[in-house]
T-cell receptor, first 115, second 115 residues
Framework: ETGVTQSPTHLIKTRGQQVTLRCSSQSGHNTVSWYQQALGQGPQFIFQ?????ENGRGNFPPRFSGLQFPNYSSELNVNALELDDSALYLCASSWGLGLAKNIQYFGAGTRLSVL | AQTVTQSQPEMSVQEAETVTLSCTYD???????LFWYKQPPSRQMILVIRQEAYKQQNATENRFSVNFQKAAKSFSLKISDSQLGDAAMYFC????????????FGQGTRLTINP
């Protein structure tokens, strides 16, 4: 176990709806990253938060947004859902921003299906 | 942009035998980190091994070792004495020394262990 928990485990939405996914970081970790993993593919970086501020973003449209709270838990919000948003969404926490060698610890993900 | 390529979509090995998974990457940076992650059916990414690019010595973790060839931009994973619990998707990942420190993943290799 990595100490990173995500909720819900599975989610079914319809096209055009909005969804919020949640992540609880490992104790003491102040950096969280979100990834999208399409079926049969490797994860792709969505964005990263450090001390409640966005610190880097991948090639995802603005309808993907996030929040990090003072306790370092995090949310991923997706508006105007599209069929291609169906994927496994992974959250990873780590400590520190300037230490690239630091390991990212992953949660088990939220499986989102958009119908 | 950095890219990571895993050319073996699937591999299989007999229990107790040795298997090598391949990974190549493309970058113009000199300082970076490479990782192998394992993703079992439980979906949680688990770190298997990490290599710092500035270190010439190949990393080892028990039955897992890497062959890091910096000039060739190659980073293969060797699993010795394969066990049934090693069956999973294996992802090679790259992370820069600077910037948002996002992980860039390959497409993955599905490893099957035959009893």
């Amino acid at each position: 176990e990595t100490g990173v928990t995500q909720s819900p485990t599975h989610l079914i939405k319809t096209r055009g709806q909005q969804v919020t996914l949640r992540c609880s970081s490992q104790s003491g970790h102040n950096t969280v990253s979100w990834y999208q993993q399409a079926l049969g593919q490797g994860p792709q970086f969505i964005f990263q938060y450090y001390r409640e501020e966005e610190n880097g973003r991948g090639n995802f449209p603005p309808r993907f947004s996030g929040l990090q709270f003072p306790n370092y838990s995090s949310e991923l919000n997706v508006n105007a859902l599209e069929l291609d948003d169906s994927a496994l969404y992974l959250c990873a926490s780590s400590w520190g921003l300037g230490l690239a060698k630091n390991i990212q610890y992953f949660g088990a993900g939220t499986r989102l299906s958009v119908l | 942009a950095q890219t990571v390529t895993q050319s073996q979509p699937e591999m299989s090995v007999q229990e107790a035998e040795t298997v090598t998974l391949s990974c190549t990457y493309d970058t113009s940076e000199s300082d970076y980190y490479l990782f192998w992650y394992k993703q079992p059916p439980s979906r949680q990414m688990i770190l298997v091994i990490r290599q710092e690019a500035y270190k010439q010595q190949n990393a080892t973790e028990n039955r897992f070792s890497v062959n890091f060839q910096k000039a060739a931009k190659s980073f293969s994973l060797k699993i010795s004495d394969s066990q049934l619990g090693d069956a999973a998707m294996y992802f090679c990942a790259y992370k820069e020394e600077k910037g948002a420190q996002k992980l860039v993943f390959g497409q993955g290799t599905r490893l099957t262990i035959n009893p």
